[in-house]
């Protein structure tokens, strides 16, 4: 699955630089993550970087975009070209 950012979020501005696809950015009124560009960190770290800097706990994983392990590194290499 995709990760999301929920209304609890603080705008504290750490998760942003901390997400190596740049699927997290400043929305209308907080942070939101791009379904397309979340990959969870898989094919990067073994935990989600947002999840682990995040202050307030309000990244949980986005019910709309389920995706397994192996389509989450799928999506990785796509982004990054990896093989």
């Not at 995040?54 to 990896?82: F, M, S, W």
Request: glycine content about 4%.
């Amino acid at each position: 699955m995709a990760l999301m950012i929920t209304d609890e979020c603080i705008n504290c501005d750490v998760c942003e630089p901390e997400c190596p696809n740049d699927a997290i950015s400043m929305g209308q009124l907080i942070y939101v993550i791009d379904p397309d560009r979340c990959t969870e960190c898989v094919g990067h770290f073994e935990k989600s970087q947002c999840v682990e800097v995040c202050p307030v706990d309000c990244i949980p994983l986005d019910p709309n975009h389920k995706e397994t392990r192996d389509e989450l590194l799928a999506k990785y290499q796509r982004l990054t070209g990896a093989k």
